[in-house]
């Protein structure tokens, strides 16, 4: 055979082999089994549009609803002001805000400044003698009488006070009578075995009841 046509052959089946070799081995970039995917493309989120409508206004607390609807020797600040002295020593003192706010309106109807026959003043109609010690217990600046005029003051002590009362005597009923009449009377009763006055708890329990009513039925 002529050399450079055996050449010329040689070559071809060399690129035939070369070929066949590329076909049959099995290609090394392909991921392993089980390996993670590629993370997802995220794609931001829309901004809303001008034409939207705004978002809602949040829903007024109930205990600031009910004194800015009743309490109205009080400006809106002074309102929020209460409105969080009642939440937050009602918390510390394990009361429900909603029979704090059942004893304000039975005793004063939500009058920061109200007076009664016997001397007692404020929002919780707190007798001066009475608010000085507690004030004293608690460390409460005190200056006078006129302290009890300050709403955030007056439901401070007030809240102390009822909480006392509610511990030492263990049930709300007589300490709701405590409270109206006197720790002291109401002990004497309690000693010598008398019945406990129970028209003034009546009127607050009551009063929350219905308060809690109405509300149910306006939400």
Known sequence: MHPQRQSALSLAALAISLLSCQFTQEPASLPAVGAAPLPAVVEAAPQPSSQEAPAAEPVLDVVEARLLARARSLTPNEVARLADAVRSEAARFGLAPDLVLAVIEVESQFDAFA??????????????GTGEALARRYGQPWHGPRTLFD???????????????????????????????????????????????????RRVLSTRERRAALEAQTS
Do not use: C, K
């Open 115 to 128: 007076v009664s026959s016997a001397g007692a003043m404020g929002l919780m109609q707190i007798l001066p």
């Open 151 to 201: 709403p955030v003051v007056n439901v401070r002590l007030g809240i102390a006070y009822l909480a006392e009362l509610r511990h030492r005597f263990g049930q709300w009923p007589t300490a709701l009578a405590a409270y109206n009449w006197g720790p002291g009377a109401i002990g004497r009763r309690l000693t010598a075995g008398d019945p406990i006055p129970v028209g003034y708890a």
